[in-house]
């Protein structure tokens, strides 16, 4: 893949606008330049309807940029879209230098990001997915050995030689992320918990929340996938509820579709949740754009209907006017600052009201010497009645089923 995270990249920027969302992802493709660390020493816009299918500008647009390229000594040219095969290879043709596309640099930044061992997993899926369509006659180098005897026909090109280590790693990294996809169920299937999962677009301040409500120390900066790999930590409600909250990665426009499905396994997690809050950024001018966008990743991962507060964060910039979303449930939206604390306790309260309870009605009774397990409950629980016995004492309230489970020896009825 590239090497976006050496500084020594100069890259002339390229894209294709015909509206204002255009224009946005095209900023957009100037924070990814700057996350990735590249020296953008120019930039290049081309108006028209249609994407041209071999040099993806018009062939005249494609020449002017080959000339910028020269002039401003660049070495690579970054486009805001996927490129096909054929497109790279007549722009590297024409400009004589490095082509990166969008879905290069952003698999190239979460490359960078991936710190645990199933995010790296997912990365090189993702990378080696994307890889495998643009392999071209020169073929790539690999570090891994080849296969050995009878893995290969006589008179095989290194080309073709690539492809069959790339098919085999790409079949060995998904099954070690079925694997992974295993042992999450089991994890997720075995927690006591209500789980809380902060979804939202890159950079609109989920993990400064997360750490705001749990003291998680998740790192946090002003840049695109600053956190990658997800976090879960406790989290005590108002209403004396446990909950575990958990920070995802975030999303952007145009998110490339192999890191979709190679991330699937992470992305579980927001499936599995027993609530959503979507952080948006209220100091952004394209809010109602990536809470669209956002909403359309949670339809795909088929999270759409569980239920869901909108927490429009930053409002210390932006201001409360900020708020107001057409189109969504005014009662679940709430206007934060994670930076400030301003509002938390607001966004804490509906958290309680929204988030399906936890808790059953239950009657128990429990011998003195198992008096560890009446603390337990009372923290853990509303106690409604609660009477002392000759050799025990009788319970009523409502219960974390968790905690339930864990005594149902002690359940009358």
Request: aromatic residues 4%; glycine residues 8%; charged residues 30%.
């Amino acid at each position: 893949m590239i090497s976006t995270s050496d500084k020594s990249t100069r890259a002339l920027l390229l894209s294709m606008c015909n509206d204002i969302s255009d224009e946005d992802s095209f900023q957009e493709l100037r924070l990814l330049a700057q996350t990735a660390a590249v020296e953008v020493v120019g930039e290049a816009v081309q108006k028209r309807n249609k994407i041209d299918p071999a040099y993806y500008v018009g062939r005249g647009k494609a020449e002017e940029v080959a000339q910028a390229v020269k002039a401003l000594g660049a070495n690579a040219v970054i486009c805001d879209d996927e490129l096909s095969p054929v497109q790279i290879r007549n722009l590297e043709n024409l400009t004589g230098v490095q082509i990166i596309d969008r879905t290069m640099l952003i698999l190239d930044i979460f490359a960078q990001r991936a710190k645990t061992s199933e995010g790296k997993i997912q990365v090189e899926l993702a990378q080696l997915q994307y890889m495998m369509p643009r392999l071209t006659g020169k073929g790539i180098e690999l570090s891994q050995e080849g296969g050995g005897i009878g893995t290969r026909g006589p008179g095989e090109t290194k080309l073709e030689t690539d492809r069959r280590h790339i098919r085999r790693r790409i079949h060995h990294l998904k099954e070690e992320l079925k694997n992974v996809q295993k042992s999450r169920k089991i994890i997720i299937q075995s927690r006591s918990y209500p789980v809380i999962s902060l979804v939202g677009y890159t950079n609109a301040g989920k993990s400064t929340l997360m750490n705001a409500l749990t003291d998680a120390d998740v790192k946090t900066g002003d840049r695109l996938f600053e956190t990658l790999d997800t976090t879960t930590r406790n989290l005590v409600l108002p209403d004396g509820r446990k909950v575990l909250l958990s920070d995802t990665v975030g999303f952007i426009r145009k998110l490339p579709h192999h890191l979709v499905e190679a991330f699937r396994a992470t992305l579980e997690e927001v499936k599995e949740a027993d609530l959503l809050i979507h952080v948006a950024d209220g100091s952004s001018p394209t809010i109602d754009e990536d809470i669209f966008v956002v909403n359309s990743v949670l339809k795909e991962l088929g999270a759409e209907q569980t239920p869901i507060i909108i927490a429009i964060n930053k409002i210390d910039i932006s201001g409360d006017a900020s708020v107001f979303i057409e189109g969504y449930n005014k009662d679940n939206t709430i206007g934060i600052s994670a930076l400030t604390g301003k509002n938390l306790d607001k966004l804490l309260e509906a958290i309680c009201r929204i988030l399906p309870s936890n808790r059953r009605k239950a009657e128990l009774f429990i011998p003195y010497d198992s008096g560890s397990a009446v603390d337990e409950i009372h923290k853990n629980g509303l106690i409604n009645e609660i009477e002392y016995k000759d050799d025990g004492v009788k319970i009523k309230g409502e219960i974390d089923i968790a905690i339930l489970k864990k005594y149902e020896k002690y359940l009358i009825n």
